[in-house]
Structure formats: C-alpha cells, structure tokens
C-alpha cells in the first residue's frame, strides 16, 4: 500500500480516537454537572421519620437527619391523597450537619381536617454545598385516635365504624350493596375510585368531628352527616343506610362530574343525593313553591334550620322532578354536559331544552311540562327526513294566525266606518259621545277620584 494511503487512515483513525475522547470527556463533564445540580444526597443520609396522630388537631411529623456538611433547608411536600397539587412547608430545626425538624401537619392542611382524611407527602434536604436529598413518599391518615374503630367495605365504599352491633352492621351492608350499584350506573361510573365513611355512634362523639356549625344548627341537631368530595371521605352520625346512601352520593356524584365542572350548585348536589336515599319523600312542586326560593338563589346552602329543611325539600323535588319527567337518560347527558365546564343554564338548555328558570317553572306548574326534546338529526341531501326528525305542528302558528285575522278585521272595520262617514251627512261634533267622553260635563271632582289612594294591579 503506497505510503500517502497509510497516512490518510493514520489520520482518520487519529480523528475517530479525538472525537471518541471528545465525547466522553463531555459525558463526564455533564455527569458531574447533574450530581453537582441534581445531587441523590450522597452526603445526606435519613436517619429515622416518625408521625403521631393525636385526635383533635396534631399530626406531628418528624424527620431526623445527618450530611458531612451542615443541614440548612428542609421543605415537607404534602397532599391529600387523590388531590393534584402539592403544597409545601417549612418544619423547624436549627442547621447542623445532624437535624431532627418537626411540623404539625394540621395546622399547615387547613383549619379543619375532617377525621379518615389520608395524607401523603416527603421530604426534600438541602445541604450547605446545595446537595439535595428527596425522600419516598409517605402516607399518614387522620384518624380519630379516640375510639377503637371496626372497618368493612362494600363496593368502592369503606366503612369505620365504633360501638355498633356486627348483626347492624350486617344488615345495612348488605342493602348498601344494590344501592352503590344503582348509584354508580346512574352515575354511569364504570369503576369507582375508592371513598371512605367514617360513622360515630353518638352525637356528643361528633361534636369535635364534624365542622364548626351555629348554635343554633348544632342544636336542633339539623346535620347528621357531611361530605367532603375532595378528600374523597365523609362523616356520618349513626350506621343508617339512607344517610351512608345520602353521602356516598356526594362523593361519587363529584367523581361523575370530573375535574373539568364547575362548581355544583347546592341544590343539585343536595337533591341528587337526597333522591339516591331511599328513605326519601318527595313533596310536590306546586306545594313547595309558595314557601321556598327560586332555583337561581339557591346555588349555596344558608339559612335558618327551617330554610335549610325546605332547602332540601325543594332541591329533591327539582332532581326527581327532572328524572321521573324527562328520564334517567336525560339526566345522564345532563350530568356529561356539566362534566365538560358548561353551565348549568347551558347544559340543561342542550338536554331540556330550557334554563333554570324554565327549570324552576315547570316544577311548580307554572309551564307546561313537555317532554324533552329528541336531539335533531340533520336531513340527508335527498331531502328526506332522518329518523327521528319531524315536522312542526300547525298549532305552534296558531299564535301568528291570530294576530293575522284581528288585523284583517281591525282594517275591515276602519274602511266600512271611513265609507260610511262619507255618505252620511255632516252632524254636530259632539254628537253621540258618552257623559264621560265629553269635556264639557267633566266635573271638577275627577281628579280628586283618581289620587284617593286606591290602585288596580
């Protein structure tokens, strides 16, 4: 081989062994740079984590660190199990190469914490030469340490429960079964997620349970139960299968609507869940509209004990109103209308046909209740009419008909009165008007008539 031949691969092979180490110095370069910024806390090391729960208020987590270097940042990031963001906070410790750092967690959720709610959260540790160490996540629940608490499940559905009889227990259960079912396949709910009940034996159990209510509420003892959809558990006072309906329906009602709903008006939210207790009565729109307010006033739940109870009253009549006239279908479509962020009004004009307040008129008879119309089928470009579609009725002209002849006549009468005038001869002005059309025989008492006070409406 001539030697010009050798010395162009010798220079080949000396550029692929330059590149090759050009290559690697730079992997080496950005390894180091990643341990440098994205450091896996080599130098950190967790020595213990602990969380207590003290029912009510305290769920004091702690963590117990060491590094080669002083410990100068530890941040707790934390959720509710099922929620999508994370929110973080700052425990106490003082810097040293050796921590322990504490948070009560409670305090940092939010102001009220219901029992059962599941928390997870971990830890990130920042030392002095920025090394960072992130911890795996953790759970913690919430629970009401002061009872030895019972657990069953039936369904996405699990229940804690204290001081009830196991044949109780039974026998609720049981119904419960076919009532989650009915639930979720209205709901149309393929597979649930998990939700949890906690349910006291006692009133005075709740007391430091359930969320802070008047006096007055507390009193006439107006709430047996709350829901709190977006930690996926409610609270319930008795093991009563209308309640555990009631509530669980909150919840998988939240589930159906989806992340993308606005926020539910109460008196849907209420009257669903009402109509899926078996236990309920419904009351007769045209009875409960004289004593309650209308649907639009209606989007939260306020009031005296005896508003709130007609509250409820109404919202359940409106729900199974809108079922029992219109059909479960229609109340679906309606429900994946709201799931897509439309309004109330928008959905039900799309499903019904009408808005709130036609909602609200047609409850209390005040409009006719027609049924819902069947969704239009555009016509094929023959012409012919696609199934489903048909023609408008004559009687919805009936109005324009009407008005058409009384104009006719109106324009009849006006033309045989001009034709007669001109072939009559001309009289007094005055002639043939009546005692109160003359102004000649008004009397000055009339205006005093008109301003006694009284009034026509």
Same mark, same amino acid.
């Given at each position: ?13 000396? #550029? ?115 090394? #960072? ?47 989650? /079912? ?61 309640? =555990? ?79 029992? /006239? ?39 008879? /005040? ?48 033309? =045989? ?12 002005? /005055? ?27």
């Amino acid at each position: 081989m001539p030697s010009s031949k050798l010395q162009f691969f010798a220079s080949l092979v000396t #550029v692929k062994q330059a590149v090759m180490v050009s290559l690697a110095g730079a992997f080496l370069v950005a390894c180091l740079t990643a341990s440098s910024v994205f450091a896996a806390g080599e130098t950190i090391e967790v020595i213990e984590t602990g969380q207590k729960v003290d029912f009510p208020g305290n769920v004091d987590l702690s963590l117990t660190a060491k590094g080669d270097v002083d410990i100068v940042e530890v941040r707790l990031f934390y959720r509710t199990v099922g929620s999508r963001v994370w929110a973080y906070a700052y425990p106490d410790f003082v810097p040293s190469n050796q921590i322990t750092a504490n948070l009560n967690l409670t305090g940092e959720v939010s102001t009220y914490l219901p029992p059962g709610t599941e928390v997870e959260y971990y830890y990130e540790i920042r030392d002095s030469q920025n090394n #960072v160490l992130r911890t795996e996540t953790a759970v913690v629940e919430y629970s009401d340490t002061r009872f030895d608490w019972e657990e069953t499940k039936v369904g996405p559905l699990t229940l804690l429960y204290y001081d009830q009889p196991e044949s109780r227990v039974r026998s609720v259960t049981q119904r419960l079964e076919s009532d989650l /079912e009915r639930l979720q396949r209205l709901l149309q709910i393929e597979s649930a997620d998990e939700i949890k009940g906690v349910i006291y034996a006692k009133r005075a159990d709740t007391l430091a349970a359930f969320p802070q209510q008047s006096r007055t509420t507390t009193e006439q003892q107006v709430f047996q139960g709350f829901a709190f959809p977006e930690k996926s558990v409610f609270l319930g006072l008795g093991m009563e299968r209308g309640l =555990i309906v009631h509530e669980s329906a909150h919840l998988l009602f939240d589930q159906a609507m989806g992340d993308n709903a606005l926020p539910t008006p109460s008196w849907l939210d209420e009257g669903f869940a009402s109509y899926m207790d078996p236990s309920s009565t419904v009351f007769n729109g045209e009875t409960l509209d004289p004593i309650t307010n209308s649907l639009r006033s209606m989007s939260t739940l306020t009031g005296t004990p005896h508003a709130i109870t007609t509250f409820y009253q109404k919202s359940l009549s409106v729900v199974a109103f809108l079922i029992g /006239e219109f059909g479960e279908t229609n109340f679906q479509q309606f429900v994946a209308q709201l799931g897509t962020g439309n309004t109330v009004d928008a959905s039900l004009t799309a499903v019904y046909g009408f808005d709130i307040d036609g909602l609200d008129a047609r409850w209390a008879g /005040e409009a006719p209740g027609a049924t819902a119309p069947v969704p239009s089928v555009p016509s094929s470009s023959s012409g012919s009419s696609a199934p489903g579609s048909s023609r408008p009725s004559p009687f919805l002209f009936f109005d324009a008909w009407l008005l058409g002849g009384m104009v006719l006549l109106v324009l009849a009468a006006v033309s =045989i009165q001009f034709v007669a005038s001109k072939l009559r001869p001309a009289g007094d002005p /005055e002639e043939g008007l009546q005692p109160w059309e003359d102004p000649d025989l008004w009397d000055d008492d009339f205006d005093d008539e008109e301003d006694d006070g009284s009034s026509f409406r």
